[in-house]
């Protein structure tokens, strides 16, 4: 009965697998575990999951830890790419670290508005990276700031959020470059200002 059924879905598919799932026969137990794992629905098929995780034959409660563990990661990953479509900025700060990875990737792609009447994405992403504290996001942060994927002032916020020292030396690259036109603009006391507060001293002249 499990032949065929590959990652179809439905309410009965799940019903059915989940009858399987009491069968006594532990080999088939661990087959409908498989069959359900594969299931185009992982919301569901997790709780399913999480109840033969608890099976009594040890093959059939690994089978099933290992399989909830691969759908939570992706039950996450949807629901972490949605806050970020949405702009979530609360949930995404109280998910954290977590969440670091996921916003990383979307700072890496071209900036966009994510919806009508929503900030750019990008912007976004580096306001709540910077929130979050990861040191993970200095070198995407400044990457982006580099390539003019989001805005100079908003990365140095984020930087100083961050206060990891490696990024004291790409800021004072960042400068001496062609950007600056006077050593007074308001750009270059931001520099400033991040280098201070990030190192806690002006070791650089300028």
């Known amino acids: ?79 972490i790419m949605d806050l970020i479509s949405n702009q979530d900025e609360e949930r995404l700060i109280k998910i954290g670290k977590p969440a670091v990875n996921f916003l990383i990737s979307a700072l890496e792609r071209p900036s966009e508005y994510s919806r009508s009447g929503k900030m750019d994405r990008n912007i976004f992403v580096a306001i709540v990276l910077g929130k979050i504290g990861d040191k993970r996001a200095v070198e995407p942060i400044i990457k982006a ?37 006077s050593d007074s603009s308001p750009d270059t006391d931001k520099v400033a200002e991040a280098i201070i507060q990030i190192s806690g001293s002006n070791p650089t002249p300028f």
């Open 145 to 181: 700031m580099q390539d003019k994927r989001i805005e100079f002032k908003i990365a140095v916020e984020a930087l100083i959020q961050l206060k990891d020292s490696h990024a004291i030396e790409p800021l004072v690259k960042f400068r001496k470059s062609s950007r600056f036109d």
């Open 1 to 79: 009965a499990l032949i065929g059924i590959g990652k179809a879905y439905s309410r009965d598919v799940v019903n059915a697998v989940g009858k399987v799932l009491s069968d006594k026969d532990a080999d088939i137990r661990i087959r409908g575990v498989k069959v359900i794992a594969g299931l185009n629905n992982p919301q569901d098929t997790a709780e399913l999951l999480r109840q033969v995780s608890q099976d009594n034959d040890w093959r059939v409660k690994e089978e099933a830890t290992k399989a909830l563990k691969d759908v939570k990661m992706e039950v996450q990953e949807v629901n």
